[in-house]
């Protein structure tokens, strides 16, 4: 693995000497292939860990499913009269626009299953290269350390709940973010920045367009970074460049809340009343940017990573405070400065935050690996004392492989638990209406809910109408009069179903009920009114009396 020189910390002022730069024991040679070595083996990790989202049929990730079945209808929806009847599609440009404009066009290469597969497997490309451009143009770091910390922390609880939308955000953010810093560096040495600001005005309505929450961050950061150092004055004069990005979000918030709801269906307000968690409940959150199994070893990974960063912090944090007699310190030192302010704002962010706002989940959450990326990626090497050095350079290559291990190993034992739902899910016919009712939706292998949205993979390849479908700009499908789902009882959460108030549905609305239990539970207890259709595993499906097969 490449080492790194590091030199006094007191030297606060000096640009970072890289690993491997200037070998001190070891031949040109040598440190050469070490250092090819590192990427051949953040290669080699990278193509494992993707393999999470290919090499099983059965995917642990809760929202994926949804996906892929929301994709498929969208696409067929101009041919579908079935699903015409039930909803109405309309999509506008918004925060959600390139997760659906990518879905599109995967859809018609390779189908929904796995178009969802592909916008899966990219967040885990592109955060360890936004980390990776980010140490080398801040940083000058050629080093493939920041690599390994991306794809260690890609794979997290939000991995899991299938946030591929939110995670593909984060990392457009952070290229976002690189790119703003660079534009404040420049305005502080007195370069002409007229062509980085354009270049900042294309890419931030770029982070709004891929995700909502990431370019609020995004918006916040941009704040903070300009404020912490530097000529302040003349980069808040930067923030104009930001003016079309924050144009554009006021013109699409007018158009969620100040207008008719789409011609053709039914208002659905969601009540966005917020939910706060408690201190303990803050705390465990701690543990989420790497934890996706029951297995221990990525809830240590998580504490491990903590105890680096605040190591890395405290030191940053001292060497900054230290050099604050310079008028004008070197553009690293001012990027630690506006990352370490970045990482403050944010944790302060973490704490106020609620846990969700109607049906925004994880709020407070989605932050964490947020901050630990600003806290790592700004670190600055000559501030840190060797022994913290080297476990960046041998725990990021560990961590990684551990991360990517433990969700493959993960991944088979699941597809015990997932075994059945292609043949139970086969049996329910095109222009079917479908409820479902995961009354177990958990894994005993993977934390989180995977089982929850497992009904929508039947949307993958024929129209059927399923119970809960997400009614908003991110779907861009709303429910028309005719649509059962406006019938379902308040207490119906395919999240948190803890039993089924049989009475207080209209099974008349439904051919077909979906239960979903532990594999070695026996049959749930359902009215007169539903006859077994088909159980294998833990999937049960129920057939209305007189529902023709």
């Not at 390139?98 to 599109?104: A, S, V």
Request: glycine share 6%; net charge positive.
């Amino acid at each position: 693995m490449t080492t790194h020189v590091t030199d006094p910390p007191s030297d606060v002022g000096a640009p970072d000497v890289l690993v491997g730069a200037e070998p001190v024991s070891a031949p040109e040679s040598v440190a050469r292939r070490s250092a090819r070595a590192a990427w051949i083996g953040l290669g080699a990790l990278g193509i494992m860990a993707l393999a999470v989202f290919w090499a099983f049929e059965a995917l642990p990730f809760m929202d994926l499913p949804a996906h892929a079945g929301l994709i498929a209808m969208r696409h067929r929806f101009a041919e579908s009269a079935f699903e015409q009847r039930f909803y109405v599609l309309a999509p506008h440009i918004g925060p959600y626009s390139l997760f659906r404009f990518l879905g599109e066009v995967f859809v018609r290469v390779i189908g929904p299953i796995n178009a969802v597969r592909v916008l899966a497997t990219l967040p885990v490309v592109a955060t360890p290269l936004a980390l990776l451009y980010a140490r080398r143009r801040l940083f000058d770091d050629k080093t493939p350390t920041y690599g390994y910390i991306g794809l260690a922390l890609s794979f997290g609880f939000m991995t899991l709940m299938g946030f591929a939308s939110y995670l593909l955000g984060v990392a457009v953010m952070l290229f976002g973010l690189t790119r703003w810093l660079e534009l404040l560096a420049a305005t502080d040495e007195g370069e002409d920045v007229k062509r980085r600001e354009i270049a900042m005005a294309i890419v931030a309505p770029a982070i709004f367009v891929a995700h909502g929450h990431a370019f609020v961050l995004f918006l916040l950061c941009a704040f903070v970074s300009a404020a912490s150092t530097g000529r302040r004055i003349a980069r808040f004069v930067r923030l104009r460049a930001l003016a079309p990005a924050v144009g554009l979000a006021a013109w699409v918030a007018w158009i969620e809340r100040g207008t008719a709801t789409p011609e053709g269906s039914v208002p659905v307000v969601p009540q966005l009343v917020p939910l706060f968690r408690g201190f303990a409940e803050k705390v465990e959150l701690l543990v989420t940017p790497t934890l996706m199994t029951r297995s221990g070893i990525d809830f240590m990974l998580a504490i491990a990573f903590w105890v680096v960063a605040l190591a890395c912090a405290f030191y940053s944090v001292r060497a900054l405070v230290r050099g604050r007699r310079a008028s004008l310190p070197p553009a690293e030192v001012r990027h630690s400065a506006a990352l370490h302010a970045c990482a403050g704002a944010l944790t302060v962010l973490f704490v106020a935050l609620p846990h969700v706002v109607g049906w925004f989940g994880f709020v407070d959450g989605r932050l964490l690996p947020l901050i630990l990326v600003m806290v790592l990626v700004g670190a600055r090497r000559r501030t840190l004392p060797r022994p913290l050095a080297a476990t960046i350079d041998v725990g990021a290559p560990l961590a990684a492989g551990a991360v990517a291990s433990v969700a493959l190993v993960a991944s088979f034992f699941f597809q015990r638990e997932a075994v059945g739902y292609r043949e139970v899910l086969a049996r329910v016919p095109a222009q079917a209406t479908l409820l479902n009712l995961p009354l177990d939706p958990d894994s005993d292998v993977f934390t989180a809910h995977p089982f929850i949205h497992y009904d929508k993979l039947v949307l993958a390849d024929r129209p059927v109408l399923v119970s809960d479908v997400w009614f908003h700009q991110g779907s861009a499908l709303y429910p028309t009069r005719e649509n059962p789902a406006l019938n379902l009882p308040p207490s119906y959460s395919e999240s948190d179903l803890k039993l089924i108030e049989w009475p207080a549905y209209r099974l008349d609305d439904w051919d077909y009920v979906l239960i979903r239990t532990r594999v070695t539970s026996s049959q749930p207890y359902t009215p007169d009114a539903l006859t077994l259709e088909q159980h294998i595993g833990g999937w049960w499906l129920f057939r209305r009396a007189n529902t023709a097969r």
